[in-house]
């Protein structure tokens, strides 16, 4: 790890602790996550969306009464008002769906004109339960480009209704709705990941939750962050077929390129994520009697990601670089029929759980506005010549 003393800053902020925190935490020797010590594998196989927003927002899982209630908060609070949803199904169909997220996170702002009082932590929640709500009606009114889309429509769940916005067809199978909802559970937090750090950056100056979950978005959509998910589907039609692993991996290595799904700055030995996607999830939808009618084209990319995985671990094993969270999810994603370009958008309506647990506690704690140094480079005072 590079220290102060080896460049006098600390680039990426590389182990620096920025902030004291409740909610999540990994051991990247061990490979154990947990949201408010609950191993996040535990959180995925037992509990419901709702159950774990109730964790993250409100620090300890719910009764079932306390389960029923967000969950028709967040039923009810779905729909969003109609300008609004005229304005997203008009955006330019060019825009990548993450963009087209934050800025209609942003648009929600204009509903709720009390968005920059944020004294009273109660009302602080309920906020977010409402824009945690809207989120996936966003996704769907842009992909459908129809401004009531699921407007009086009944929903079971959060995951039935956001699978829904995603798609129709898949939403009507309830193991796919499972799936969802455990992959859904597995991306909820963790820890200050770049687009947290934006929520805990962005919310410290006391901008609006709904400026601060708009920056994470954006920074989510990076390839090296959750935008890596569709980059690998992309990798993985690119390679085409097992047989040429090797050759790409050793061409990425040898153009300084990095490959995509592998890697994390905090783990150092399996992401716990990963592998429960791939003993857990992946299996119920790649084997032989799988009722998902998986065609050939898919099959071939799973056993290309299998073949990656085996090549990565021999050649980057002892780096301590091994799959993370965006290497497997792709497949689940694309065996619901979701297009590649929504898979960085579900990881945010995973996240987002998350992302307000953070501007929360950032409330709470008072924390400092972030404000770090740079060491200035540039030349020494000068002046205009007149
Ligand atoms: N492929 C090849 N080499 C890699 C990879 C990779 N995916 N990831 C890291 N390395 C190598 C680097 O080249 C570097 O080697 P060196 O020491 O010989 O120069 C070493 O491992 C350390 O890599 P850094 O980039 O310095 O590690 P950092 O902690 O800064 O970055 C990151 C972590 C951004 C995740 C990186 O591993 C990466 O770019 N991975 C690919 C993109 C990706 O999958 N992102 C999703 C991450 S998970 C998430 O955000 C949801």
Known sequence: MVTLLDKGYFPGLKGIPIVESKISNIDGEKGILTFRGYPVEELAKHCSYEDVCYLLLKEDLPTEDERTELRKELLKYKDVDINIANSIA??????????????SVLLLQGSDSTSFNIKNQEENIQ???RLIAKLPTLIGIYRTKDPDFAQGKEFDSFAHYALYCLDEQSAKNQDLVNIFEQLLILHADHTINNSTFSVRAVGSSHASIFASISSAINSLSGPLHGGANEKVISMLEEIKSPENIEAYIESKISEGEKIMGLGHRVYKTYDPRGVYFKKELLPKIFNEDNPFKIDKHLDNLYNIAQGVEEVALKRFGNKGIYPNVDFWSGLILKAMNIEPNYFTT??????????????LENIESKNAIFRPKQLYKGLDIRHIDK
């Open 90 to 103: 008009h955006m330019d169909r060019n825009l990548h769906p993450m963009y087209m997220l934050s800025i």
């Open 127 to 129: 906020r977010a339960i």
């Open 346 to 359: 579900i990881f945010a309506l995973g996240r987002i759980m998350g992302w307000a647990a953070h501007w």
